[in-house]
């Protein structure tokens, strides 16, 4: 079994935004940076395949800064064998990002590409499924579950309500979904592997987005609410201020 | 190239809210424009008559594609079906819900079509002939303009945020036939939760519990006052309670789960950790209950009672059950 998996570095999910003073990106001071929790299920699940399986390779793809090179250690010390840097800057706009990965896994043989499901930076949620239609791939989107029989495929997916029950054939693309695994923390051991292991490095040019990004704005600061009071006593006054103030009840 | 396409949704055979409210967005646009709304619908038996309806929320043209197969939504039947229309047409804009089905097709559309694609849009405007869109980043923390460089501009919008309007369209349905080519994946079932409850994207109200619930058991509160406030309210969840076990993921609002725009949200014991608030705030409404006059909530909270909520959601589900039951 071998998987690819493609992450990305974002912005912790603790980190508090504040837009730089050229208004379209974030102010650098304070961020920390880690991999992209849906990321961290789907190379959860790649890892475990191939220990089952007691073979194969994982592959994990970043694109983005120089610095994506310390997330992909981290995915290295997780337990992937071998690290590609797709170094550009990056883009908010999903489509010459599928292209750019695309073009990259193209040329590679796989049974599983393997994808957070979307990154809690941009949020975009559509590069698994555009690299799934440009490399003309089974895809299955928001998947909570997985089960794998020679080349069939079983995903589980989540929609509202419950699951859809969605079948394929590899090799496939898959996102992942929090509750697909429950991912392990690099130990000791493997983050001293990870230092040998190979990461290569490519430079790559990403095409013009097909959506300019105009401005980045913080969200206007709530009003001023107010408490109506303490105990089961103020209850009254919440629900005549909710069906007359408010006009929601 | 004024038109707008919008995909109407199909669900369980019936035509929701999302499509509604999908339509009602295109239709918006369009007017702008100065162009149609076309609307491509797949379902099994009688979705014709099922999406003849959205005429009555805008739709000039209603496209229809019915087949016992695509009583479940069928990606790749869709995505052919979407993709074929735009390129026989020449469409402005083509317009998905941001419900599961819209955020799994539209990037598939977007894909095949080498099109680019804004999700979760919570506002549109034309200037120009060109159309920017706003959208949240970073779970909303961060709101984005982005301007298409070319047609078609393609987006999924955000429930709760386009009301479906009652605008009458020219309501013409049509049969198309059905999709040539390959599916390469087949959704085979569909299994429901166990607790058959509105997803908390979609309910008009939301009350979350958080850890100061104590025990999972004590969700049976929160239940009794979802079932108070009525067929539009359902449950959440902070990520704490979700994290330890109590609740399903499917609940979990924030940063890691989902982002709601309910028109009221209770957060009942949510102390209101940035992540969680990134993904309520746009909530129309919120209510915060929590023991600490201190917790974050209540810097977001428009309405907030301090205290024990043990007694104050028995108190509360019992007098909106009073009022409601007054009308």
């Known amino acids: ?249 | 190239m004024a038109d707008v396409l919008a995909f109407a949704e199909i669900r369980d055979g019936q035509v929701g809210k999302a499509a509604r409210e999908t339509v009602s967005a295109a239709r918006t646009l369009a007017n702008d424009l100065g162009g149609a709304v076309h609307v491509v619908a797949l379902g099994g038996a009688g979705t014709a008559g099922a999406a003849g309806g959205l005429g009555e929320f805008g739709a000039d043209r209603i496209m229809v594609a019915e087949d016992a197969a695509y009583e479940l939504y069928q990606p790749d039947a869709a995505t052919a079906a979407v993709v074929s229309t735009v390129k026989s047409g020449e469409y402005a804009a083509v317009l998905f819900p941001a419900s599961a089905q819209g955020k799994d097709l539209a990037p598939r559309v977007a894909g095949r079509l080498g099109s680019g694609l804004a999700t979760e849009v919570t506002a549109v405007a034309t200037e120009g002939g060109s159309i920017t869109v706003k959208r949240p980043m970073y779970a909303g923390k961060a709101i984005a303009t982005l301007r298409f460089a070319a047609a078609p501009a393609l987006m999924t919008v955000r429930a709760n945020v386009f009301p479906a309007e009652e605008r009458p369209g020219a309501g013409a349905v049509e049969q198309v036939p059905g999709i040539e080519g390959a599916s390469r994946v087949r959704v085979t079932g569909f299994e429901a939760s166990e607790r058959d409850q509105l997803d908390v994207t979609e309910a008009s109200v939301v009350v979350a519990g958080g850890r100061g619930m104590q025990d999972p058991e004590n969700w049976t509160l929160l239940e009794d006052l979802v079932e108070a406030l009525g067929d539009e309210a359902t449950l959440g969840a902070s990520r704490a309670v979700v994290d330890a076990g109590w609740r399903p993921h499917a609940e979990q609002v924030g940063q890691t789960g989902k982002t709601v725009s309910p028109n009221l949200y209770f957060a009942v014991g949510i102390s209101g950790a940035i992540q969680h608030l990134a993904g309520m705030r746009t909530a129309k409404v919120i209510v915060a209950i929590n023991r600490d006059a201190d917790a974050p909530i209540f810097n977001v909270a428009d309405y907030g009672v301090v205290g024990d909520l043990f007694e104050i959601v028995p108190a509360l589900a019992e007098e909106v059950r009073r009022v409601r039951q007054d009308g």
């Open chain 1, 1 to 249: 079994m071998n998987t690819i998996v493609c992450i990305k570095r974002v912005p912790d999910s603790a980190t508090r935004v504040k837009v730089d003073s050229d208004r379209t990106g974030l102010d650098p001071a304070g961020v920390k940076y880690t991999l992209n929790p849906y990321d961290e299920f789907a190379l959860e699940e790649a890892i475990r395949r191939k220990e089952a399986a007691g073979a194969g390779t994982v592959t994990v793809i970043g694109l983005g800064p120089a610095a994506t090179s310390e997330t992909l250690r981290s995915a290295l010390a997780m337990g992937a064998d071998e690290a590609v840097l797709l170094s550009c800057e990056g883009s908010h706009d999903g489509l010459p990002v599928a292209r750019a990965l695309a073009a990259e896994i193209a040329g590679r043989e796989f049974d599983l590409l393997l994808f957070g499901k979307q990154a809690i930076d941009d949020d975009n949620m559509q590069v698994p499924q555009m690299v799934a239609e440009m490399l003309g791939l089974p895809c299955a989107s928001v998947v909570v579950g997985l089960e794998i029989s020679g080349r069939d495929a079983v995903a589980k997916r989540e929609v509202e309500g419950g699951h859809e029950i969605v079948e394929f054939t590899l090799p496939a693309v898959v996102s992942a979904q929090k509750g697909l695994n429950e991912p392990r923390l690099p130990n000791l051991k493997g983050i001293m592997a990870a230092k040998k292991k190979p990461l290569e490095e490519k430079d790559v040019t990403l095409e013009a987005p097909s959506l300019e990004l105009v401005e980045l704005e913080e969200p206007p600061a709530p009003a001023a609410g107010r408490i109506v009071g303490e105990g089961a006593g103020a209850v009254p006054e919440l629900v005549a201020a909710l069906r007359q103030e408010a006009k929601v009840l």
